[in-house]
């Protein structure tokens, strides 16, 4: 099955404790991207990633990281995470070309103490 | 600054009448313009792509418009249910070399009611 896969699905931390959300999809996107959701705020993005090693940021970056060494992973580390990032963050690809459409994952929602 | 608005925070319609949810973009000059579904707690579905260059698509029962004049995009359900309810986020996209940076609306939450 074609799919966008987050794990974790839920997360709880503490300020300042480094982590990692990783995604990964099956579907061979050249394009994966990150974002952030939050009432009132709604979907912000925070990176993209055209291709492997090709990473920008979006409109929301900072405390985030990302890389992409191999085209089905895009994992998001947070070095030194605070309160101001607990959100609900969603993963995404998609084929440049077909559309140009995104197909999300499911979600992470993290809580940082 | 580029600007994304949506029509009222929530729309509330009874079954079977059109639901028209519209977006309004400022400093931008999409070349296309993707609307979405989103269910609470989950990510967003992509719905219909319109380009710069088409003035209307549809798709089962919803059809989009896009007048690059008024620099607006329209979207309707019509014949709506009570599962059309669901969170509708559009996002221009100024393709190009800008392809990758997308930037979504705030989302008009819509209820139909039966």
């Known amino acids: 099955e074609a799919q966008v896969t987050q794990n974790p699905r839920y997360l709880i931390t503490v300020t300042g404790k480094k982590l990692t959300v990783t995604c990964s999809q099956n579907?061979?996107?050249?394009?994966m991207s990150w974002y952030r959701q939050d009432p009132g705020l709604g979907l912000r993005q925070i990176y993209y990633?055209?291709?492997?090693?090709?990473?920008d940021k979006g409109d929301v970056p900072e405390g985030y990281k990302v890389s992409r060494k191999e085209k089905r992973n895009f994992p998001l580390i947070l070095e030194s995470p605070s309160p101001n990032q607990t959100s609900l963050y969603f993963c995404?690809?998609?084929?440049?070309?077909?559309?140009?459409?995104?197909?999300f994952g499911p979600g992470t929602r993290l809580l940082v103490l | 600054s580029q600007k994304i608005e949506q029509n009222s925070e929530a729309l509330n319609i009874q079954e079977g009448k059109t639901a028209t949810l519209t977006c309004n973009y400022t400093?931008?000059?999409?070349?296309?313009l993707q609307w979405y579904r989103q269910d609470p707690g989950r990510g967003p579905v992509f719905l219909l792509l319109?380009?710069?260059?088409?003035k209307e698509k549809r798709k089962e029962r919803l059809k989009v418009t896009f007048d690059t004049t008024l620099k607006q995009s329209l979207f309707h359900i019509t014949a709506s249910q009570p599962a059309d309810s669901a969170t509708y986020l559009c996002?221009?996209?100024?393709?190009?070399?800008?392809?990758?940076?997308?930037?979504f609306g705030q989302g008009t939450i819509l209820t139909v009611h039966p």
């Open positions: 400093n931008y000059s999409p070349a296309y």
């Open positions: 995404a690809s998609g084929v440049r070309g077909l559309a140009e459409t995104q197909y």
């Open positions: 996002a221009p996209n100024a393709g190009g070399t800008s392809y990758g940076k997308l930037t």
């Open positions: 990633s055209m291709n492997v090693e090709v990473t």
């Open positions: 579907m061979n996107h050249e394009y």
């Open positions: 319109i380009r710069e260059n088409e």
